[in-house]
């Protein structure tokens, strides 16, 4: 079955300091990968993408992640991270049919940032 | 533009009672998803919605879970009655184009479903 495992549930850096989030998927085809952030009463916001071509991406906000097809992996990263970036963030997969496509999230990594 | 919108923001019922959850996604867009998220676990997919029909409705728990989209606007999504388990934040997204793996969803803020 296709899943997404985000093994850091939270994770805190200090402003400033570079930030990496771990993805890894289990699916048996070409994966569409996505990174979500969710700030606190909001709703789910796309940071990035990747479907094919270059393997790593930039996203918004000055975030980028990195396709890994041999270790199934699309961590996000970002090299300077500010206060504002204290959210929630998943990790997700979007499966494809004819009619449609679902999206299949992680559990999702906590960020805090500290002074 | 108007983002998604769900309504309300925030319920709290007693177990038994019924619950109806509404979502207005953003206007012209043909698909419409409700997700779920349980007490810090992933956001897990209930339905998707090609402007009124059902297209996927793998994901809903049981048959407590009613959605609905009237006219391909507005969706609902009814329990009755609600058990313990149904707690947690239901997400609406929708998103412009029918088919295809690479479209982005817009979200709404969710709704916050406590049941005591």
């Known amino acids: 079955a296709q899943s997404v495992t985000q093994p850091d549930i939270h994770i805190t850096v200090s402003e400033g300091a570079s930030l990496e989030l771990r993805c890894n998927y289990s699916y048996g085809a070409t994966p569409y990968l996505f990174w979500y952030v969710q700030s606190p009463g909001q709703g789910l916001q796309l940071l990035l993408k990747?479907?094919?071509?270059?393997?790593l991406v930039q996203g918004i906000k000055g975030f980028e992640a990195e396709f890994k097809r041999s270790q199934s992996s699309f961590n996000l990263r970002k090299p300077s991270v500010h206060w504002s970036d204290a959210a929630e963030y998943f990790c997700?997969?979007?499966?494809?049919?004819?009619?449609?496509?679902?999206?299949?999230f992680g559990a999702g990594t906590r960020l805090f940032v500290k002074a | 533009e108007a983002g998604v919108t769900q309504f309300p923001s925030h319920s709290v019922i007693e177990k038994g009672q019924t619950v109806t959850l509404r979502c207005d996604p953003i206007s012209g867009h043909d698909n419409l998803y409700w997700y779920r998220r349980v007490m810090g676990k992933e956001i897990k997919f209930l339905l998707h919605?090609?402007?009124?029909?059902?297209?996927?409705e793998s994901g809903m728990p049981n048959n407590r879970f009613l959605a609905e989209r009237t006219g391909g606007t507005y969706s609902t999504l009814k329990v009755q009655p609600a058990e313990l388990e149904d707690s947690g934040v239901y997400f609406c997204?929708?998103?412009?184009?029918?088919?295809?793996?690479?479209?982005?969803?817009?979200f709404g803020s969710g709704t916050q479903l406590s049941v005591l």
């Open positions: 919605f090609v402007k009124e029909s059902k297209q996927d």
């Open positions: 997204a929708s998103s412009p184009r029918q088919g295809g793996t690479n479209e982005k969803l817009f």
């Open positions: 997700a997969v979007g499966l494809g049919n004819t009619g449609g496509f679902k999206t299949i």
């Open positions: 990747y479907f094919s071509g270059d393997t």
